[in-house]
């Protein structure tokens, strides 16, 4: 055990007089955890294997090395061989990708993507840049889903009731089935499908209901993601549903809608907000955002204005919205808002904001939100001018009688389903609560599953049960449209690697096909698609080399509103009173990660950090601060920081968060539960998809399940929640303990117009806002006037470094490498986290090994709240004391940025990090020792350390040392990126700049270029090398290229004024910079603030002497900033 | 007790030193040529599983590299021929030769023949074929006059000291690009004054500047 150093005992808090010294610091850090972590030195876990102390180590291995010696088995050559093709196979190039189209896809709709594969394996999906609205971008769920393809856990074969069944006797099987219900015109058979874009499906159960009129074809997905389509047919009275152009949109409300993930559609609605939010100029317009949430939604963290509000209340906003737009409504919608308290400013300055950008304004809301809502929503965009400006309106194509789950369940409870066919889903899992699908789906004589896992569903009953294992989408044909409708191929990658079928197959057997094909099956939809007389052969090849159909989008229709129509859903409608602490509302959301749970057994899904709660492997029941003090849980902090109140109580990096019961209905489950700034205040967030039973390895046991809390009438929202403490703690891995920027200068914001009376602080006024804030503010630039200006290579040679014994790198290269990332688009998707995993072989550690903050993710994303109200006086004033209610958040990635003179390099005992001639700050593994020393010397801390053999060792045996099972599983080998090294224990690693990619690019230009016959020309153009986190952002905040080439779009996105340096005081000299943030406030609205919170902290942290003039700053002054008016403020006491 | 150690005793510090220092270098020596790839890789010559003559077909049958590593000017890996790419020829030649029967059966069942690598590069060096040939750089400068060997031999240590030598000097080592596939072929430096003339200028012109640092071939 490592020696315990003993520190004095601090004195009594009492007998402490005179002057504050350093010292009082200890007297502050009374608690037990900050002395035990005092003692330490390291935090736990950081510094020594568990369970083996340095001496049980040294006689082990002494042991070991004697052994070792005996066998002599490391001297012999090992004899490897070389395997090439025995035919040879068009189009590859053993040692070179080969990219196809394919697509994701997702409920109603699909991402279309391009694989990378390695000699027929992919390992690397990419946004597919044919794809206009995407842009080449992909989102997390996608960049993830390559590891499903090689999930150890997935359905290795056909199974009825635990018998393997051939691919044969599948297909008898489903043709008796089709002939016995041919002969019944299909009464007795029901399908239960999840939702799909695919037009071939589509197709096939037109076909199998005509074939089997009587067989009940129903559709269920645990959540929604596109508004209903009843609310347009009220008010348009045409099946349509919105899609919204959120680049023309300069004005946008979001009510309770999380457009840039949630949504379908969100990786074209995130492309869009950021074209209009980007801002390059001074002259440059940018959007305004106005968000209205009960959750804290990655819409909400990047709204301008952000209102508070109970899901169950956005009806009576809507209402009142719609009053203040069109005063004529009043009479009809007036008794909506009854009850309900609302700022009558802040809808006020709101609408007039969006009537002044008629045309340009766009109003969304929540796919869950009822039909009415979303009827006053289409009333809202006709009367602002949006409709056909910034939302168009798309015919949705109904499968015709599909019916609900609800129906499905009342028809098995009524006997006539004999048999069941389960394609996908998993409704034993998600079903709603109240209709115990496990005991109907058991009361079916013969259940047939479709599934990627013998899960939950396919458990519920193994012994009448037949599995049917189902094809991953990269090992399937198929097709899908996009959320505009653009119709994209789903490509097969590889052959199936269990045997699985597509849907289509089995639905094309079941509708008694006998030669099944599930290309055939798409050649036939996309030529139908493509009109008559196309040319199969080339309709098909340019459909599969571009990756859309061309021309296949949905036209927008023309709609007109009718009021008329709302009247009838508007009727029925009663406000819901205000939840409050003994009548909680419950909002289920999708997760980010797992989705549904679909995802749950995914390790790069699981192991990624909540954008929001920054929580990784498990889900928590969020509350709000508010709620958390009436629930009398009141979480402290660490002494040393100046936002002293956490907003979860950490046990050595760990939060050890409360165990509750919420119960909704007589119902209960109980989870951790996690206090989350910005919720409404009596609204209990619960993120669904978690506590899976049969997910896999993986997916078991993370997190709880809170699907037996929903029932068919509140799927989305519940009211009349309560919690109860049951005493019980469940450790959490939480991968940011603390949520301040403490007043630091870390993420630099500015509005980005000035307020009424001009100060010089908006981006507008002074575009380089950057340079007024942190230590650059008041000192020279470390470089000086003619240091900014020179050369990479001119600044390492000509610039002095101190007397440093140390030989810095020339930076003599072709290129010079830099990124810069802009604050102001970045969504804190986490899309380039997993992106990033994908393309350099990161390990997933564990739940256990996160808790101990060993996790690889090469990139994190940061999230800060700031509320303005940190004290000057650091350790003592109240402002320090208070969990902010209402925060404004600031995200930031950060990674490696590639310091000049890297503080990392000087420490290095064995140069295993070091330079190379382009800037990039390279980890040379093989002479890498582990001593860590460069990570402590990290002033980013984005070094990460392994551990353990995470690639060869499981997870759950890591500590067995030599005595665990050794080696990858095949399958996982094959997700690995040949052109990167998979790192063993004990060395150091972190971001590369992708520099397999970079080498990659520039042998490819030289090789070409060369043939080419002209040699000389070997500076790699720019735009043709992405970066992993680069390719897949979907919002372009990322940009990578080559600094030298004034004209590069890193540059240019370099020479923007608001482009700043983090730590740039250090010296370091980073080649990663970071554009400032920017935020858009309405200085009408009541809740304006004229700076931002963060410049506010800043402001009062460094310059408290100027503290008494920042009246007009606004903060401090007036009470209620950012709160939703019918609360009161983040006033902690009040 | 003055007899417990004797008047030589004083110089046993000395000679333990000198033993040292004496059995350290040795050790040194021992390892820097015994344990290094100039010793442990060099000479290498396995038995393939069919015997294939790299001589006779260069120089009797008269292929070129690129016959059968068809991919080395494009791709990092030099791709050891297919079955297919054998029974190009010897579906018509030699069609019972007992020797190729490996090679028949690989084309008949598509399995591949297990040729014995003998160029390995560790696992953690990315070594680019495509971006050394295309550049100058000759099959010879690595794998030796394969064209002459009947087995192929391991001829160079292939070490990162090895890459180091060419890549701190590489006009030392280039070749007319015409020449690179030609194994008989002389540096540009060794053909006097013009040739060492022209390996400067083709320096100068195809601005070579090939990567002394660790990115250049550890990722």
New interface residues.
Partial sequence: MKRKIEHPAPPAAESLTGPKYWRSLDELAGTPGFRAQLEREFPEGAAELDGVDRRGFMKLMAASFALGGVGLSGCR?P??????????VEGV????PSYYATAMPLRQGAIPLLAETHQGRPTKLEGNPTYAPHGGAASLLAQASVLDLYDPDRARAHTRGGKALSAAEVATLLGEIAAKYAATQGAGLALLADESSSPTRARLVKELRAKLPRALWSEYEPVTDQPPVAAAQAVFGQAVRPLPDFAKARRILSIDADFLQAEAGSLASARGFAQGRRVNRKEDPMNRLYVVESGMSLTGSMADHRLRLATSQMTAFTASLVIAVYPDSASVLEPLTQGVKLDPKWIQACVEDLQAHRGAALVVAGSHLPAEVHAMVHGLNSILGAAGATVSYLPVESTPGATSLSALAAAIKGGSVKTLVILGGNPAYNAPADLDWAALQKSVGEVIRWGTHVDETSGVNPAATTHLAAAHYLESWGDARTVDGTVVPVQPMILPLFGGLTQIEVLARLAGQTEADSYQLVAATVTGLAGAGADVARVMERFLHDGVLAGSAHRPVSVRFNASGAQSLLAAVRPAAAPTKDNLEVRFVVDAKVDDGRFANNGWLQECPDPITKISWDNAILISPRLARDLGIDPKGSLIQVARKENAEFTMGKENARVFELSLGGRTISGPVHIQPGLANYTVIVPLGYGRTAAGHVGNGAGFNAYPLRTTGAMHVGLGAKLRDTGKRLLLANTQEHWSMEGRDIIREANYEPATKPDGNSYRENPGYVRKVGMESHTPSNLGEYGEKMTPQERATKIPRGNSLYQT?QF???HQWGMSIDLNTCIGCNACVVACQAENNIPIVGKDQVMRGREMHWIRLDRYYSSGTIDAEAFGGEGNRELPEDPQVSLQPMTCVHCELAPCEVVCPVNAT?????G?N??????CIGTRYCANNCPYKVRRFNFFDWNQRRLDSLYLGPAGDYGMPELLQMAKNP???VRMRGVMEKC?YC??R???GK?RH??KT??AGR??D?VVPDGTIKVACEQTCPVGAIVFGNILDKDSAVSRAKAREQDYAVLGYLNVRPRTTYSGKLRNPNPRMPDFQPLPFSRVEYARKNEPAAHGDHGAHGHGAKPGHGAAPATPSHGGKS | MSKLFPKSANQLPLQILIYLAVVAGIATAGVNYYMTPKYTRVGYAPVQPVPFSHAKHVQEVGLDCRYCHSHVDKSAHSNVPTSQTCMNCHSILKTNSPLLAPVRESYAQGTPVPWVWIHQTPDYAYFNHAAHVNKGISCVECHGKVNEMDTVTHMQPLSMAFCLECHRDPASRIRDPKDVYNLDSARLADQGEAGRKAAEAFKHDWKLLPPQSCSGCHR
């Fill in positions: 050559r004899e490897k061989f070389i395997l090439p093709y025995g035919k040879s190039i053993p040692g070179l790198p003599d290269g072709h070091v330079h190379d001639e382009e990039i390279t980890m040379a593994y093989n002479r052109e990167v090294t590369t520099v397999q970079v080498q990659n042998i030289k090789v060369a043939q040699p000389g070997v």
